[in-house]
């Protein structure tokens, strides 16, 4: 390997390090007393996330690969019903004890696996919440026809996932590391090809917004949280203000497209 190349890797697998920080924000919220379950400091950020905003009183929802509830949650609160689907059972019981705290009765959570199809009727729902979640799954086509599936007629889709084309993650693969911001990532997506897909599955896109700069510093920024949730609001206001001026180097893709 060219000495160039060698130092450009042990630099980029040195930041790589940081992202560890994210993990550790976890446990830290609730050493520090701010949760009273292990909860990542970005759900403490803003109780009315964007998805919300497009839910109703009358509607019932579904969120898939539902993790620790805090989407269905935040749901639940508008909408009439959320049903959230998770495959791990140690995060549905954290998801219900979350759901419990918060007095949250109309969500419910339950067991799935989305490589295989879902088990509710055509036309059940008039919202699903799936951020994420896409880039973990190898099905993903068949998840997106199963969702255009159980929507009712005109129903939304609220769909996250990771921008693959920011300066970091290209960087990253410059030294001939892995890009992908977390391990069991089965892909990520340019702008291009998540549209693109969502067009293949017959879904309108009717909103397309961008998530905060993508940074090697992440973690640290996450470690921060676990001590302070303001500080860590200014810091994230930052990193969103910047993705609004740099759009290609947004960590991912926020998007609401219609059945």
């Known amino acids: 390997m060219p000495p160039m190349r060698f130092l ?14 994210s993990a550790i924000s976890v446990r ?10 292990n909860i990542h400091p970005k759900h403490f950020l803003n109780q009315d996330p964007w998805y919300t905003k497009k839910l ?3 509607d019932i929802v579904l969120d898939l690969g539902s ?5 269905a949650i ?10 959230g689907v998770e495959k791990d059972k140690q995060l549905i019981l954290i ?13 419910s959570f339950k067991k799935g696996d989305l490589e295989n199809k879902l088990k509710f009727k055509n036309n059940s729902f008039e919202k699903i919440i799936f951020l994420d979640v896409l880039e973990h799954l190898n099905s993903r086509d068949q998840i997106l026809k199963e969702i255009h599936r159980v929507l009712k ?6 769909l996250g996932v990771p921008n693959s084309e920011t300066s970091w993650k290209k960087l990253q693969r410059k030294a001939g590391t892995n890009s992908f911001s977390d391990p069991d990532h089965k892909i990520e997506f340019s702008e291009k090809q ?12 009717i909103e397309f917004s961008y998530g905060k700069v993508d940074t090697p510093f992440r973690g640290f920024y996450d470690i921060i949280g676990g001590f302070s949730i303001s500080a860590y609001r200014k810091i994230s206001n930052w990193r969103q203000q910047k993705a609004n001026r740099q759009n290609i180097d947004a960590s991912g893709f926020e998007i609401v497209a219609q059945k």
Not at 28 to 37: E, N, P, W
Request: overall charge positive.
């Open 8 to 21: 450009l890797k042990l630099y980029v697998n040195s930041l790589k390090k940081i992202e560890l920080g």
């Open 28 to 37: 830290l919220t609730k050493i520090t007393g701010k949760s009273k379950v």
């Open 56 to 58: 109703s009183s009358s």
């Open 67 to 71: 993790g620790i509830g805090q989407s």
């Open 74 to 83: 935040k749901a639940a609160r508008v909408a009439k019903k959320v049903i």
């Open 95 to 107: 998801a219900t004890k979350s759901a419990s705290i918060e007095k949250a009765k109309n969500v």
């Open 153 to 158: 007629p005109k129903g939304l889709l609220f």
């Open 194 to 205: 998540i549209k693109d897909l969502l067009q293949k599955h017959k879904f309108k896109i």
